[in-house]
């Protein structure tokens, strides 16, 4: 079933780019929103992701633009001035192009060990509101990955994400090629949607 959802006032496009390295599951984390923005909440989005050299420890970007049903997303170039970031390993915050182009006003969510607060967050407009989950450890403890707790974190953060419709995308995303993670995966993400801390 799909939900209408109806994305800020006055925005063309609702952006997003996850900032991460390779083997974290930043391009599948863009699909899954993407796929659920389109099929279960009536919007329109486009996904697509660059990499550094093809191999795990390389950067990755994945952008995510959302649009309102009637309106056309017809460019694909990369996301520089994104709504929000999500970092997926807090090193990566230490490097000025991770945070580049943030809006005024924008998210960052960032993956850090509670009480870490790294070098770079000082290069964030003012207005920037930071929130950092503790995502490596619970996926850890959960047998996921750091994604699907990132992803729960991004859906807390927005609102106008239905929670259910990314749950369930996830769920199917993974219920043909690895259907014992749906379990540990659906637990992580409802672990970042609700154990993450506003800085």
């Known amino acids: 079933m799909v939900r209408r959802i ?4 006055s925005k063309q496009f609702f952006e997003v780019r996850f900032e991460s390295i390779g083997g ?3 391009h599948a984390a863009g699909q899954i929103v993407a796929s659920a923005a389109v099929l279960r909440m009536g919007l329109n989005g486009a996904h697509f ?8 420890g390389s950067v990755v970007r994945s952008f ?4 309102p049903n009637n309106r056309a997303i017809r460019t694909s170039a ?3 001035s994104p709504d929000v970031v999500v970092v997926f390993h807090s090193g990566l915050l230490a490097h000025s192009a991770t945070l580049a182009g943030i809006r ?5 969510i960032y993956s850090g060990h509670a009480d870490e607060i790294p070098a770079g967050l000082d290069r964030l407009p003012a207005a920037t509101r930071v ?6 450890t619970i996926a850890i403890e959960e047998k996921s990955r750091p994604n699907a707790v990132l992803i729960g974190t991004l859906t807390a953060a927005l609102p106008f994400l239905d929670q259910q419709a990314i749950v369930d995308t996830l769920d199917a995303t993974f219920a043909g090629r690895h259907p014992e993670a749906v379990a540990a995966n659906k637990r992580a993400f409802m672990r970042g949607a609700e154990e993450f801390e506003i800085l």
């Open 131 to 136: 929130i950092r989950v503790d995502a490596q």
């Open 49 to 56: 992701s660059s990499y550094g050299s093809e191999k795990k």
């Open 64 to 67: 995510i633009r959302l649009a």
């Open 24 to 26: 974290l599951g930043a």
């Open 78 to 80: 990369p996301i520089e």
């Open 6 to 9: 109806t994305l800020p006032e």
């Open 104 to 108: 005024v006003g924008g998210t960052l």
